[in-house]
C-alpha cells in the first residue's frame, strides 16, 4: 500500500480466506527516499492540472510508475525475506492514488492510481490483483474507502457484540462504523495528515509535524474551524469520498506555523468528531489506525473531541501501520474468489460489488 500521504510502501501478510482473518505474518515498511518522493509528487500535480481533459501525461506516469515498481519490488523483497513458509497465493497493490472525483448529480466520478501491473507482477513472480476502485466507480459509487470489509474481519475476531468503529488516519481520514447489529457504514471523515504535512513542507520545516510538537507549540483558532466545518460537503451523509487536495494547507493561510499547524490537526480531529455524531448510536470505542495516530497531538484532539473510548490500534493487539497493506492482500483474496469489495453502505453503490483485476 502507498498512501496519499507519500512516505513509504507499506507490506504486510496475512492468512485469510477472504472471510474470516486466521494469521498476520511479516509486514515491511518501504521509505521512499527524496528523489522517489519528488517523482510521485510530480505525478500527481501533473494529474490535477490534466483532471482528465486532453491527453494523459505520460511522462511524469511513467517515471511514477518505474518508482511505484521498484519500491513495491522492494518490500516485497522485505516480506519474504522474513518469511519462511509457502509462496502467498496471490498480491493485492493498491497503486498510488493521483487523482479521484468522487461521484455528485452532476458529475461522473472518476479515479486513477498509477501501477505498471505487468512489470510488477512479474517482479513479484504470483498473481496480482490491482485496480480496485474503478468497478465501483464506474457503477456510480464512490470508490473509497475500501479497507471496511477488513475492518469488519478485524472486529469480528475481537469477539465484540457492541457497536464500534475504526479510524484510519492518512492522508484523508476514513471511518468504518460496525452497529451492534452489524451493518456497516463508512465514508470519509474529512482530511487527517495530508494539510498537516503540506503545512509544515510549505514553511521549510520537515516533511510532517515529528510527534505533534510544531502543532502543541500553537494555539488552535477554534473559529476557524467553525468556519471550515460549515463547508457544504459536512452536510453530506455518508457515504462519500474525497480527494486529498480538496482540503489542503491553503485553508490555514496567514497564521504563523505553529498556530496553523495546531488548527489544520484539530480541524482534523472535529470533522471525525462531526462524522461520529451523526450515526445512530455512539460506537463503544474509536479504533485508530494509520500514521496519524502516532501524532500525540492529533490525538489528544481526537480525545477531547470524540463522544467515545478511543484507543490506538496496538491497544486492541492490532499492527496500526500495515493496517491498510493487511486490508488489501484481504481485498486481493476476495477478488480471486469473486467476492464483494464494496457495498452500498461503503460506497454507495447500488448493489454489493465485486471488484479488481488479476493479472496472473
Not at 481526537?302 to 490500534?313: F, G, M
Request: glycine letters at 10%.
Amino acid at each position: 500500500m502507498s498512501g496519499t500521504s507519500i512516505d513509504a510502501v507499506d507490506g504486510a501478510l496475512i492468512l485469510t480466506d477472504g472471510e474470516r482473518v486466521y494469521d498476520i505474518g511479516p509486514v515491511a515498511e518501504r521509505k521512499y527516499d527524496e528523489a522517489e518522493r519528488a517523482a510521485l509528487k510530480a505525478a500527481v500535480d501533473a494529474a490535477r492540472k490534466w483532471s482528465w481533459t486532453g491527453p494523459q501525461p505520460q511522462a511524469p506516469f511513467r517515471a511514477a510508475e518505474n518508482v511505484l515498481t521498484r519500491t513495491h519490488a522492494d518490500a516485497w523483497q522485505q516480506l519474504m525475506a522474513d518469511w519462511r513458509g509457502d509462496t502467498p497465493a496471490i498480491a493485492g497493490v493498491h497503486g498510488q492514488t493521483v487523482l479521484h472525483r468522487p461521484p455528485a448529480s452532476d458529475v461522473t466520478g472518476r479515479t486513477l492510481q498509477l501501477i505498471d501491473s505487468a512489470s510488477l507482477r512479474d517482479a513479484l513472480g504470483v498473481p496480482l490483483a490491482y485496480d480496485f476502485r474503478s468497478a465501483d466507480v464506474a457503477a456510480g459509487g464512490q470508490g473509497a474507502p475500501l479497507a471496511p470489509a477488513f475492518h469488519a474481519a478485524l472486529l469480528r475476531n475481537l469477539g465484540d457484540s457492541q457497536s464500534n468503529a475504526v479510524l484510519n488516519l492518512g492522508g484523508v481520514a476514513n471511518i468504518t462504523y460496525r452497529s451492534a447489529n452489524g451493518d456497516l457504514l463508512a465514508f470519509d471523515t474529512g482530511p487527517a495528515n495530508g494539510p498537516i504535512d503540506e503545512w509544515i513542507e510549505l514553511h521549510g520545516a520537515g516533511t510532517q509535524d515529528t510527534d505533534g510538537k510544531i502543532a502543541a507549540a500553537g494555539r488552535v483558532d477554534q473559529m476557524s474551524i467553525d468556519l471550515w466545518m460549515d463547508k457544504p460537503w459536512f452536510d453530506l451523509t455518508g457515504p462519500k469520498s474525497l480527494d486529498r487536495f480538496d482540503f489542503d494547507a491553503n485553508l490555514a493561510r496567514g497564521m504563523m506555523l505553529e498556530d496553523g499547524a495546531a488548527t489544520l490537526t484539530a480541524f482534523s480531529a472535529e470533522a471525525v468528531a462531526h462524522a461520529i455524531r451523526q450515526f445512530d448510536d455512539t460506537p463503544d470505542q474509536l479504533i485508530v489506525c494509520g500514521g496519524g495516530r502516532r501524532n500525540p497531538q492529533l490525538m489528544a484532539e481526537l480525545k477531547s473531541r470524540v463522544p467515545c473510548t478511543v484507543r490506538s490500534a496496538e491497544a486492541v493487539g492490532w499492527l496500526g501501520d500495515s493496517i491498510e497493506a493487511q486490508a488489501f492482500a484481504y481485498l486481493a483474496v476476495r477478488t480471486m474468489r469473486g467476492l464483494p469489495i464494496s457495498w452500498p453502505g461503503t460506497t454507495n453503490a447500488q448493489v454489493a460489488m465485486t471488484g479488481g483485476r488479476i493479472a496472473d
